[in-house]
């Protein structure tokens, strides 16, 4: 069945605009050339008089309530929707009609005047015009809106039906071509049709069974028919067109209590119907509708209405164009102030337009206003209305230039996160996305905006994300990608070496990423690499300056420490000792203990060993280490040697590096024996400090900046005078089968 209405519905698509055009072109000639011009209006329901545009053909008066128009009696009128006034009658003719006037019935005998201008402008400031707007909605969404679906045909039956009754209720006063019932069935059918697009927009509130819209149109269908062959009473239609305006306005205030993610696309249709009701009262307060005829204020503002709602609905459904509404949209509500404007001006100036030559005077005034207001006041207005309602907080053609001021003068991660998600996404009305920085072997969620964990990519996943880099991923593609929710993966690198991803999906307002925005886009991924940089080096210098002074401080109190112990203590001991015994040998010995201690500190601040050479400074590592740690493991020297020498500097760095890694494993790593084995030469040093100890589990979280922030200082240390040197330090470590820690320096610094 459902493949059956989908065909039909294809067959009938390609003239189904036209048909609705006819229709619209049908009723508004039909108001404006078929129906008698009688020379008088009267509201329908009341049948009183409140027009007379041609006094001098008649005694009818402003008030009288018609009774009998001709042979036609009001009643019946009102009873046969398919009866018409002024049946064959010809200009000049006479029409008795009878009125009641104070109670009383009046015969009037009216002369038929035919067409007037002033009745021909009344019809003119009839709403017949209102339904153009939302015809026109209708047919941009039948030409242009994409996927197909049912929110598709939701919204272009919403649109045409509301086209319908509100051209066909400007002719329905005079029955003219069946528009009184054309009225009552195309409300019947908007009933559902209003209901079943407030429950799906933005998104279903929730699966609701089928079966049920089928019932609410068949129901609907079936009032509608019978409308032809009045089988509904004659004023029901009232009733459904009410139902549709409640249960619309309960169906968007659940959407927007309920669904506070949404409220963002339902925002602008509030706004739309805030400011067209509140604009009509507003005016009406202030009595403008006396002024201005009442088409004026539809004008200002009720095609705001279906503007919004197309803003609304088609914001993610285009496929191949980039059709924006924001700029539509707000046009018409500046139009709408502005158009205000000018009617509350107008009021003021009423008392005054009676002289001569006022009416000149205010025009052109007015106008030279408009202008100005209009040249100065649009831009302000927009700005405006793109940063409170649209969310857009950056000006879009400056954004490059303000986005790459502000990460120059601030490196702090979050303020780049806020920046971000906050600012630079918001203008390009960008809703949904993710980065991702590389290190090394692990990656990080530097941030995931309307993304969810499951959503977001592992290692493993990085060579398919990058591999489809730059390029834009339609919706319908994306369903049988990864992570397919990202229409736009851009790739963040420096010196051509990936250091992370970029993840866009969701787009206002139809998820499509034109070249020209992949180009922006990718030139605020370069920034924001640069900016990831920048911070990371700010971040790492942070904390090596720390671990530096963690590692000063350590050395001062370990100093402070062999003074007291060992150095302080003995001098005592000799000034005692002297005491008992002044001789010059006793002195001489006192002496030479002094210069053992004092050379034992200086030999811990810089081995003097390094004179000779970082080979023998290795080699009288294990001595110096069976010195410091009273329960020293067995420590084993197997290295190799040209008689190469290298930079004072460097051996340093070089010595320490052993140095620490043996205080590591004696401190830590509870082994029974330390190798340390390797071979320098004049081009190159490799060397490794091999224990038996426990081991760990080294993983790959040895990068440095993860050992700063967890306080491992001392292999940071390790690493970052490697870095220093050019030279490249691995760790080897499995739990239970001890650590390798190797060390490798090429002179022409080529580690690949």
Excluded at 153 to 166: G, P, S, Y
Excluded at 549 to 570: F, G, S, Y
Excluded at 628 to 641: A, G, K, N
Aim: glycine letters at 6%; proline letters at 6%; a neutral charge.
């Amino acid at each position: 069945m459902t493949k059956y209405f989908q065909r039909l519905w294809l067959t009938i698509e390609p003239i189904f605009g036209t048909l609705m055009s006819v229709i619209l072109m049908a009723y508004t000639i039909a108001l404006l050339f078929q129906t008698p011009y009688a020379g008088f209006h009267w509201d329908p329901p009341s049948k009183a008089v409140r027009a007379i545009y041609v006094p001098s053909v008649g005694t009818l008066e402003v008030g009288d309530r018609l009774a009998k128009i001709g042979p036609v009696n009001m009643t019946d009128y009102d009873a046969d929707l398919r009866m018409t006034l002024f049946d064959n009658v010809k200009i000049g003719e006479f029409v008795p009609i009878i009125v009641m006037r104070g109670g009383q019935p009046i015969t009037v005998n009216w002369k038929f005047p035919g067409y007037s201008s002033d009745e021909f402008w009344g019809r003119m400031s009839n709403q017949w015009w209102l339904a153009y707007p939302f015809w026109i909605a209708g047919i941009l969404g039948l030409w242009f809106l994409r996927p197909k679906d049912s929110g598709w045909r939701l919204f272009i039956a919403f649109n045409f039906l509301t086209a319908i009754w509100l051209i066909a209720s400007s002719v329905s006063r005079s029955h003219t071509w069946y528009s009184a019932i054309t009225l009552r069935s195309a409300i019947w059918l908007y009933v559902p049709v209003s209901w079943h697009l407030h429950w799906e927009l933005p998104r279903p509130l929730r699966q609701f069974p089928k079966g049920v819209w089928l019932v609410l149109y068949l129901v609907a269908g079936l009032l509608s028919v019978a409308e032809w062959f009045r089988w509904v009473p004659i004023n029901a239609y009232v009733f459904g067109l009410l139902s549709a305006f409640a249960g619309s306005a309960l169906l968007f205030v659940t959407h927007f209590i309920f669904r506070r993610d949404e409220r963002r696309n339902l925002f602008p249709i509030l706004v739309a119907v805030l400011f067209v009701f509140g604009m009509l009262t507003v005016l009406s307060s202030l009595y403008v509708v006396t002024l201005a005829p009442t088409f004026l204020l539809m004008l200002l503002t009720m095609p705001i209405l279906p503007v919004a709602y197309f803003w609304a609905v088609h914001r993610r459904r285009f496929s191949t164009r980039e059709l924006r509404s924001n700029d539509v949209f707000i046009t018409f509500m500046f139009l709408g102030v502005l158009g205000a404007f000018v009617l509350f001006a107008l009021s003021f100036l009423k008392p005054y337009l009676d002289s001569p030559g006022a009416n000149i005077v205010v025009a052109v005034g007015l106008a030279l206003l408009v202008a100005l207001i209009s040249i100065t006041g649009f831009a302000p207005f927009k700005r405006f209305i793109e940063r409170r309602v649209l969310g857009i907080t950056l000006p879009k053609q400056e954004l490059i230039e303000t986005y790459s001021a502000r990460i120059t003068t601030g490196l702090k991660l979050p303020a780049l996160i806020k920046l971000l998600t906050e600012e630079v996404l918001p203008t390009l009305l960008i809703r949904q996305s993710a980065l991702i920085e590389i290190n090394g072997g692990t990656i990080t969620v530097v941030y995931a905006q309307n993304v969810d964990g499951q959503q977001l990519p592992g290692h493993s996943d990085l060579p398919a994300l990058l591999d489809r880099a730059g390029r834009y991923h339609p919706p319908a593609e994306n369903g049988s990608l990864p992570f397919g929710w990202a229409h736009l993966v851009l790739a963040l690198s420096v010196e051509q070496k990936p250091i992370g991803v970029w993840m866009l999906g969701r787009h206002d307002p139809d998820d499509y990423y034109s070249p020209q925005e992949i180009k922006v886009l990718q030139s605020l991924a370069h920034q924001t690499a640069l900016a990831l940089t920048n911070i990371a080096q700010s971040e790492r210098l942070h904390a090596m300056y720390r671990a530096n002074t963690v590692w000063q401080e350590n050395e001062r109190i370990n100093l402070a420490h062999e003074l007291h112990d060992d150095v302080l203590p003995e001098i005592a001991a000799i000034f005692s000792d002297l005491l008992r015994d002044p001789s010059p040998q006793a002195l001489d010995e006192s002496s030479h203990k002094i210069m053992r201690s004092i050379r034992h500190v200086i030999k811990g601040l810089r081995p003097p060993i390094l004179n000779q050479g970082l080979y023998f400074a290795l080699n009288a590592l294990a001595d110096d280490m069976e010195e410091r740690h009273d329960d020293c493991p067995e420590i084993v020297t197997e290295l190799s040697t040209d008689g190469a020498r290298y930079d004072s500097m460097m051996e340093l760095d070089l010595y320490r590096i052993a140095q620490q890694a043996c205080e590591n494993a004696i401190n830590h790593a509870q082994p029974a024996l330390i190798r340390i084995h390797g071979d320098l030469t004049q081009d190159k040093i490799v060397f490794a400090i091999e224990d038996d100890g426990v081991g760990f589990a080294a993983g790959e979280s040895l990068d440095l900046s993860g050992l700063l922030k967890s306080g491992h200082y001392g292999v940071a240390s390790m690493i970052e005078r490697a870095e220093s040197v050019r030279a490249q330090l691995t760790i080897d470590s499995t739990p239970g089968k001890g650590t390798t820690i190797t060390l490798t320096w090429l002179r022409e610094g080529d580690l690949k």
